[in-house]
Each structure stands twice: as C-alpha cells, then as structure tokens.
C-alpha cells in the first residue's frame, strides 16, 4: 500500500511530549506484570493463549493494550482483575501479588453488566456496601459519582431504561465509587456506535484527568487507542506476546482535531502495520474472497470503475 | 382474540346441544304411546325408538313421541350454566357429605400446603444446585431418578405412612411437585448471566453476598413465572392426589355428582377447576408484574 502524505516516524516525539514521558516514568509503579504466562487445556491439546507478557503500568498513567483478535487481550485483562487465573508469573499491584477478584481493580465490561434488579443509584451503592459502607453514607457517595457521570436525573431510573452510553457511563461510576487502585476496562464501547463512543472518550478522558486513577483499556480501535492512551501495550497472536510498547508521540491534553495531525497519523500506521501484517504465508489471502466474475461481459453495467 | 379463542369452544358446544340434527343419538320420550317399557322422560336410543314407531304403525297402536336429544353424559351449555349456580345451593344427598364450595376448600389447602411444602426445600435447594457445582452433583443425580416415579404409585404408600386423610394427599402433590421443582429451579439459576457475578466480584462481593445479593435477585423474576407453571402442575397431582385414602375435595364432589349422572354438575365443577387455576395464574402473572418492574416487558427492547 502507498502512503499519500510523507509521514514522521512514530518514535519522533517534540521536546513537550518527551519531557512528559521522563516524567511519567519516574511516577511509582501503579500495577506491574512479570513473566505472566496462560495456558488452556483443550481436546485439541494445549494451547498457549498468553506467553512471558512484562509492562508496567505507572501511576495514573492512561494503558491502552491493542491486538488482533485472538491475542489474548481478554484473557489478559480478565487475569490483571482476578475472574481467571494465570499458569506462570505475577501480578503485581502496588508492589503486592494479587490473586482473585478484589475491589481494588474495578472492571468495566463491554456488556455493561449492571444489575437490572437495582436502579443506578443503587447499582453505585452496591460496591459500597460490599465494603463496608452504611446505606446513607453509601447513598450519599453514590450521589456524588452519578452526578460526576452526569445522571443525576436518572439515579432512579433501572438499567433497561437507559441508552447504552448511559448504561457504560453507569458502569464507570460504579467501577470508580470503589475508589479501585486501577480501573480495567475491556472493550468497553464495543458495542456503542460512532458518535455515542466519541462522545464516551471525551468523558473518560475528563474524568481520568480530575480523578487520581489509573487506566488500562482494551480495545480492537486504533483511532480509539491512540486518542485515550499514554502509552499503547500491541499484543500479537498465537502466542500472545507483547510486540511492541508504543509511547504516543500525541500531546496531551488530547481532542478531537489531533486525530488528523501528523502524530496521530504516524502512529496510526504504525499500528497498521503491527496488526495487519501482509498475510500471504499460509498460501492464501485472507483479505479476498474467492471470487469470480459474476456478471456476463454484455451487462448494461459492463465494469463498476 | 383471547375472547374468540374461548368462544370457539363454546360454538362449538353450543351447535351440538341444540341443532338437532347434528349427533343427537338418543330420543327422549315424551309419550310413551303404546310401548309398554317406554316412560316420558326416558333417553333411549334412536334405532330402538324408530323400530317400536314402525311396529306400533304397523299394529295401528298409539305410536310413541319424543324428541331428539344427545346422552346424558353430553348436557347443554345452558344447564351447565345453572349447575354453576345450583351446584353451590344444593344440599348434599348426605349428612356427612359435603358442601361442594367446602370441597373446594378442602382441594384449594391441599394444594397449598402440598405446593408450599414443596416450594419451601426445592426453592433453596434449586437455587444452591443451580449455584453451586459441589450441590448439583450431590443433590441431581438421585433427583434425576426420582422425578420418573411417578408420583401416583406412592399413594399406597402414602396412605399406609401418613393415614387416609389429608397428609398423604398433600405427600402425593409434594412427591409430584419437589423433583420437578429443583431441577426446573437450578436450571433457571445456571442460566443467570455469569458476567453478572463477574462484575459484583470485582466490586468486593464475596460468597455470601454473590448469592444473596446477586443470585437471587438475579433469577427471582425467571424463578417466579417458574413457580407459576409449577403450580399449574401441582393440579394436574391433585386429581391424583384426591383418589387415594378417603376422596375428598374437588374430585369426590366430581365422582359423586357422576354416580348420581348430574352430568351438569359434574362439567360445572371442572370448569371451576379451569377457572381457580387461570384465575390464579392471571392474578400471580399481574402481580409479578408489579413485583419485578425492572423485567422488560413485551417487545419493549
């Protein structure tokens, strides 16, 4: 493929953006990963879903992890939070091994998974109250971050009466209400579309901005990853490894116009070229169909160029 | 439409009571004429009533009358219709009998206590099977079994056990009841959308919290239409259930009325049964709707 406009490299970044990511390295260390290793038995035999993945991930620093599909990045990000469990390595967060589910990592799914016997005021006291809280200090805090979500209106309101956007904003307050050392998130506007998900991005980044919380967000959109992360974790597949860690060379504060600057576009292919490598080893194209001419050569149609 | 589909039935009924010549087997005499064993009154069949006419015409003897009518097994929607009504006013032949709304009581608290009885271990036990690998396995296998027996062939000894009035009676609806009832539940609860407990484990939920506050309320609307068809079941054992050791209830009122041939009463009181049982599912069915506002309703996404 021919490149139109004569493109940076991605790794050049302006003295700003560098003097921030010195900065942002010598933050402590929110969660790290070390020698993390999955293995699944199946009747096929065993397959290696993830192998040897190393990063860290530093305070209140903004992760997002890219991959083809079938690279893991569930797996990973379910692992990072406890709901499956690692074959090899550590999970490390603050400093501590964690195994299992905890309220420390709050997780935000792509299916929403609020729960739709409980309004949404009720759905963000859930994990207050599984921690302790009393119902009207609960009640109280719940308040704050639903209003912080813009939803004040609908605290009364049960999850199926809600958009979608409103639902996952719903699900982030819940996931923050815990106040979590990092907040996962796994494809979490997947299912959202266009302009809903712009919309979500901006929020995110408001609130990421404003609240002392760090973030690692999974997802299959290069547009999206570039826009939100600091940093991008590419996976690759079969085994899952890490390919490579990309600093975005995109200054923050980020919006919407960066998304054609020459940075944003750099990177973009970069990761172009990380996650669609030309596939012509195993003998066929995957990206073509085995197609023949349909249409007789005397159609009124003759060519459709 | 759920009116016509009710009404159909009734047409139906309604063209063969009272369109002569459609079915009509019988005669009922209303002049016995010179036919020595036929009283007014009498339903005989139609054969034998056109041969006695042909011979009394053929001896020139008073010929016999009557109409047309259908066995007394088959009565008229209109009879029905005040069976419903003199069903309830009229005493029972005996003194010891009973009354038939107190044989409606009588039915209406076996099926209650059996259903409840039930409900009280399957509900639970249900919902732990559902919930918990380590249950499903211990409690399934034998249920499995057990829900083939049929719960009617325990009469006997249901009788022997818990004597012959309403215990064993309420032990036949339990029997038919409780197996159905744990698998019908846990299957309800396995299909609880794991990424639900998923999300409240990462919101600090631990195991008792996981089912009391995320299983539970989680299946309660799918458990409850659950129980709705449970209980509609549970009437099918009662029938059952009613025969063994003393009949009593609903189904001694229908035997009874059938030994006297008040056919009228005996189609009134199944009726009733039809009408408790659709009566109770509509009025659970909008109860549920108030209990569980969260469940999208109808076509609404």
């Known amino acids: 493929m021919k490149h139109l406009l004569d493109l940076p490299s991605y790794l050049e970044q302006d003295d700003e953006v560098r003097d921030r990511f010195d900065r942002l390295k010598k933050r402590p260390v929110a969660l790290s990963v070390e020698h993390l290793g999955k293995e699944f ?55 501590k091994a964690v195994h299992g589910p905890g309220p420390d990592r709050g997780m935000v799914f792509q299916g929403y998974t609020l729960f739709p016997w409980l309004t949404v005021k009720k759905n963000v006291m859930f994990g207050l109250e599984q921690s302790g809280h009393g119902k009207v200090a609960a009640s109280d805090e719940a308040r704050q971050w639903i209003d912080l979500v813009g939803l004040s209106k609908f605290e009364n309101s049960y999850p199926h009466q809600l958009s979608g956007g409103m639902k996952q904003r719903v699900a982030i307050a819940r996931a923050l209400a815990n106040q979590p050392r990092i907040l996962l998130m796994d494809e979490p506007y997947g299912a959202l579309d266009a302009q809903t998900r712009a919309r979500m991005q901006a929020y995110l980044m408001e609130i990421w901005q404003n609240i002392d919380i760090t973030i690692l967000f999974i997802t299959h959109d290069l547009d999206e990853a570039i826009y939100l992360a600091d940093r991008i974790l590419v996976l690759k597949a079969h085994p ?47 990206d073509h169909l085995n197609m023949v001419r349909m249409v007789p050569v005397d159609h009124e149609v003759e060519s459709v160029f | ?124 036990l249900g919902i732990l099977a559902g ?23 325990f009469g006997a000894l249901a009788v022997a056990i818990l004597g012959i009035h309403h215990a064993p009676k309420i032990a036949i609806i339990f029997i038919g009841t409780f197996f159905q009832q744990v698998l019908v539940i846990a299957n309800t609860t396995r299909k609880l959308d794991p990424s639900l407990l998923e999300a409240a484990q990462t919101l600090g939920a631990k195991n008792k919290a996981l089912l009391f506050r995320v299983v539970v309320p989680g299946v309660l609307p799918d458990l409850y239409r659950d129980m709705r068809i449970l209980l509609g ?28 041939k008040n056919f009228d009463n005996v189609f009134a009181a199944i009726m009733i049964i039809g009408i408790i049982g659709l009566a109770t599912d509509l009025l659970l069915a909008w109860l549920g709707k108030r209990m569980f506002p969260w469940q999208r309703q109808g076509a609404k996404a």
């Open chain 2, 1 to 124: 439409m759920t009116a016509v589909s009710f009404l159909l039935p009734l047409l139906l009924w309604c063209l063969f009571s009272y369109v002569p010549w459609l079915w009509h087997p019988k005669v009922e005499i209303s002049e016995p004429g010179s036919v020595s064993y036929f009283k007014a009154g009498m339903l005989v069949d139609r054969e034998l009533f056109n041969k006695e006419t042909l011979k009394a015409q053929e001896a020139s003897k008073v010929v016999p009358q009557g109409t047309p009518a259908n066995p007394i097994y088959l009565p008229a929607p209109h009879e029905v219709g005040e069976a419903f009504y003199t069903a309830f006013t009229t005493p029972p032949k005996r003194r010891t009998e009973k009354w038939l709304h107190e044989s409606l009581w009588d039915s209406v608290q076996v099926i209650f206590w059996g259903f409840f009885l039930s409900s009280l271990v399957g509900v639970p």
């Open chain 2, 233 to 260: 079941w549970a009437w099918t054992y009662l029938i059952v259930a009613e025969l063994i050791g003393t009949s009593s209830g609903i189904t001694w009122f229908i035997t009874q009325q059938a030994r006297y």
């Open chain 1, 41 to 95: 038995e199946t009747p096929q035999g065993t397959v290696t879903a993830l192998q040897d993945i190393n990063f860290k991930v530093h305070k209140r620093e903004f992760v997002c992890v890219i991959g083809p599909s079938g690279c893991g990045k569930s797996t990973l990000i379910r692992i990072l939070a406890g709901l499956e469990s690692q074959t090899t390595g550590e999970v490390m967060l603050d400093g």
């Open chain 2, 131 to 153: 919930t918990y690998d380590f249950f499903s396995r211990l409690f399934e296998p034998f249920i499995e079994f057990f829900r083939y027996l049929p719960a009617p062939a």
């Open chain 1, 240 to 286: 899952g490894e890490v390919q490579e860690i990309i600093e975005v060379p995109v200054p923050q504060p980020r919006s919407p116009e960066q998304l054609l600057s020459p940075e944003f576009l750099a990177t973009k292919k970069r990761l172009e070229e990380l996650i669609h490598p030309d596939q012509e080893e195993d003998g066929t194209n995957s």
